[in-house]
């Protein structure tokens, strides 16, 4: 896989390379999905914009065009008249084939031009599985792999999403990455990329990288250098010039109101994991699942008012012309008025063709009444459980805080509403967990199947059984935590799937699907993995690995070869990373990069699970200063507009773990995770200094800060935080 693709040099910029793939693009497997012509696909003249995008979702387009935050972007990027949005996904093997022997570069779907065009690329690195498939792309598009190796005529390599929260694994291959919300983000981006290449380009690439640095919201890798201590961890990430912050921030948008997209939504032509419209209800969750990396990143939580979800409901489907509206969100049971969103959407539906559908629902949050709405008009989309853990003590270590009684009651009230079949997510690998635990969870389906039978009078009930091996994560309570082995994992699977079979009354009717522990395992090495961890990544792709997150492309010995061997330059190995228990002072590779939560309540959390001591919710929602009966869907979104947030003036107790009033009246807990505090959304929670014990000194707690514009010094680099 080595050499980068060249464009033929006779092709002007933005151009299409549509009549060079078409005479042999019947030669390979489904070349629908390589044409673009969509419906909603937006096509602009390429001089009409002053910047342009390439957005990649960095798996093939059956994965790519369901991705609901690719959308949202490809809408607000293309709603400003001077910016241009073409969409890209990995092609397979035998595309990229193709396009070698014919010398044709990587290329967008709207009008086949090719991506080292572009001024920006911006990947959605959704999960880690994909990083083989980013090289791959790269080099078909003729970029040059290291961000070192670019120049200023070579697009900017700007990467968000999920595991953008730690991108040391890529960090050689990025330019930017960008933490949190992406809306507001990519417009920022792309005034400052606008200015630059109005101005002439000044300074070139780092010109362009340091005015993005500067705002202490984009992380360029290559302004970072890391440092290591004898024993192989690290000593420090220090800014490597003048005027680079020592931390970086998240993007977070208050108001999502203001922001009702996806309006019109690209329609597949080929087929796609999912075929429905998908309204955000709203983002963030404060349940605090200690295993949970999305629940914890995008705190805080930002609900959507039900008059702008139905809105959205209505225009989607009358953009798209789908038969089913999803309702999206970590938990979209938590929404506050999740109940009055059933029902307006039910009404509003009552007597057509279209069914609602909740993708994943909270045990303590269902209900009949929920229940009922959803089949209101007799089409049942599937329904999903997440309990975790197969006993209350495991569940009371990550803190999920439902009872076996809570699960009962709500597959209860689905199957009172005409359910025949329900489906729940575990784990396996958790901390402490033990085999009994596991095989708890043979126990729980065969509850439910009896308590299925009982409310129908049926025996065709159903339960699937899904089981995925926990990866300890980022920005979680768990991100000290060591990894179990799978070996480990394996064998407790095998026991639960012989537990399963051996279920005389009710064996027959629980299907059980399961993950790998070895995958779990290369997972887990890239999610905690530091910049060492790319020349593994970098080894892997020149032996040919990509598409690891497909069954049929994996090659996990592969992996495990290389990673020993290319480690053990480092003094360091595979198991190193996965199965060690970090210490509490030890630097971990994204502790530079900030997305609001206190170092030391996470730290508290770990030592909480382990004595399996849970943490209430503590949400309350924010309190914007905006109207949401004044949202126009029609209009597009103005450039950088802030989004205000206005502090919630009746939560002022600051004794963590004492009851407070929420703006709308219901009692909660605050926690001191520091996000509120962090974001501006309980200023006065700010002079407590136990919300933020444990941040490096980078972030300093308030009393530092008074006293650093007093004259005094604090130290700025994360290696001083954990001396």
């Known amino acids: 896989m080595d050499g980068l693709m060249k464009p033929p040099s006779e092709m002007p910029r933005g151009a299409s390379y549509y009549d060079a793939i078409e005479p042999w693009l019947l030669d390979v497997a489904q070349p629908v999905q390589y044409i673009g012509g969509e419906p909603n696909a937006v096509v602009k003249e390429w001089g009409a914009a002053a910047v342009h995008w390439a957005l990649c979702y960095p798996d093939a387009y059956a994965i790519g065009q369901s991705n609901l935050g690719l959308a949202i972007l490809y809408e607000v990027l293309n709603e400003q008249d001077w910016i241009l949005a073409e969409r890209t996904y990995s092609v397979r093997p035998d595309m990229a084939a193709a396009m070698r022997a014919h010398g044709v570069p990587q290329l967008t779907l709207e009008q086949h031009r090719a991506v080292a065009d572009f001024d920006v690329l911006g990947i959605n690195l959704s999960n880690e599985l994909v990083y083989t498939n980013v090289l791959e792309l790269l080099t078909l598009a003729g970029i040059p792999l290291h961000s070192s190796d670019r120049d200023d005529t070579q697009p900017l390599v700007v990467a968000g999403g999920h595991c953008a929260c730690n991108p040391e694994p890529m960090a050689d291959f990025l330019d930017v990455a960008v933490l949190g919300d992406g809306e507001g983000a990519s417009l920022q981006l792309s005034a400052i990329v606008r200015t630059w290449l109005d101005l002439g380009r000044p300074g070139g690439r780092d010109g362009v990288l340091m005015e993005l640095a500067k705002t202490g919201q984009f992380y360029v890798p290559r302004f970072y250098d890391v440092t290591y201590n004898a024993d192989a961890t690290i000593a420090g990430v220090h800014p490597n010039r003048a005027g680079v912050p020592a931390r970086v921030k998240k993007h977070v948008l208050t108001d999502l109101d203001r922001w009702p997209y996806p309006k019109r939504p690209i329609v597949p032509i080929a087929e796609t994991v999912h075929d429905r419209y998908s309204v955000e209800i709203f983002r963030g969750c404060t349940r605090g699942c200690r295993f949970c990396q999305a629940g914890m990143i995008t705190r805080p939580v930002r609900e959507r008012s039900v008059e702008t979800i139905e809105a959205m409901a209505v225009n989607g489907l009358a953009t798209t012309g789908y038969d089913e509206v999803s309702v999206l969100s970590l938990s979209s049971t938590d929404h506050t008025q999740i109940g009055q969103i059933a029902e307006s959407l039910a009404a509003r539906f009552q007597g057509g063709a279209t069914s609602l559908s909740l993708p994943s629902s909270r045990v303590d949050s269902f209900n009949v009444q929920l229940a009922q709405e959803l089949a209101r008009n007799g089409r049942r989309t599937g329904l999903t459980f997440a309990p975790e853990g197969g006993t209350a003590r495991l569940r009371d270590v990550i803190n999920k805080n439902v009872s076996e009684e809570d699960l009962l009651a709500t597959v209860a009230a689905a199957f009172e509403a005409g359910w025949?079949?329900?489906?729940?997510?575990?784990?396996?690998?958790?901390?402490?967990?033990?085999?009994?635990?596991?095989?708890?969870?043979?126990t729980l389906a065969h509850n439910v199947i009896l308590k299925g039978r009982e409310i129908s009078g049926h025996r065709d009930i159903a339960c699937t059984v899904s089981i995925g091996p926990f990866v300890p994560k980022p920005d979680t309570p768990f991100q000290w935590a060591s990894q179990i082995d799978a070996e480990t994992v394996d064998a407790r699977l095998a026991?639960?799937?012989?537990?399963?079979?051996?279920?005389?009354?009710?064996?027959?009717?629980?299907?059980?699907?399961?993950?790998?522990?070895?995958?779990?395992?290369?997972?887990?090495?890239?999610?905690r993995g530091d910049r060492r961890v790319g020349n593994v990544i970098e080894a892997v792709w020149r032996a040919g690995q990509i598409f690891d997150g497909w069954h049929e492309s994996a090659n996990l010995p592969l992996w495990r070869e290389t990673a020993d061997d290319v480690l053990a330059r480092f003094g360091v190995s595979m198991d190193w990373y996965t199965a060690r228990e970090r210490a509490r002072t030890e630097v971990l590779p994204w502790d530079h990069l900030d997305v609001g939560l206190a170092r030391g309540w996470l730290w508290r959390e770990y030592r909480s699970a382990m004595k399996a001591a849970t943490l209430p919710d503590c949400r309350g929602p924010l309190v914007t200063q905006h109207d949401p009966s004044t949202v126009d869907l029609a209009a597009p979104h103005p450039l950088l507009t802030v989004d205000l947030v206005t502090?919630?003036?009746?939560?002022?107790?600051?004794?963590?773990?004492?009851?407070?009033?929420?703006?709308?009246?219901?009692?909660?807990?605050?926690?001191?995770?520091g996000v509120c505090t962090a974001l501006g959304v309980d200023l006065e929670l700010a002079a407590d200094p136990a919300f933020d014990s444990g941040r490096p000194v980078a972030r300093a707690p308030r009393g530092a800060r008074l006293a650093s514009e007093q004259g005094g010094t604090t130290r700025t680099d994360i290696g001083d935080a954990h001396a």
Do not use: H
């Open 420 to 442: 025949r079949s329900v489906k729940l997510y575990f784990m396996c690998g958790l901390p402490t967990e033990t085999d009994e635990d596991v095989l708890a969870i043979a």
């Open 495 to 527: 026991a639960l799937r012989q537990a399963i079979r051996d279920d005389r009354q009710c064996g027959r009717a629980i299907t059980m699907r399961y993950g790998e522990g070895k995958a779990a395992q290369l997972e887990g090495l890239l999610s």
């Open 647 to 673: 502090p919630n003036t009746a939560c002022r107790d600051q004794n963590p773990g004492t009851t407070r009033q929420s703006a709308d009246g219901w009692g909660q807990s605050c926690t001191l995770c």
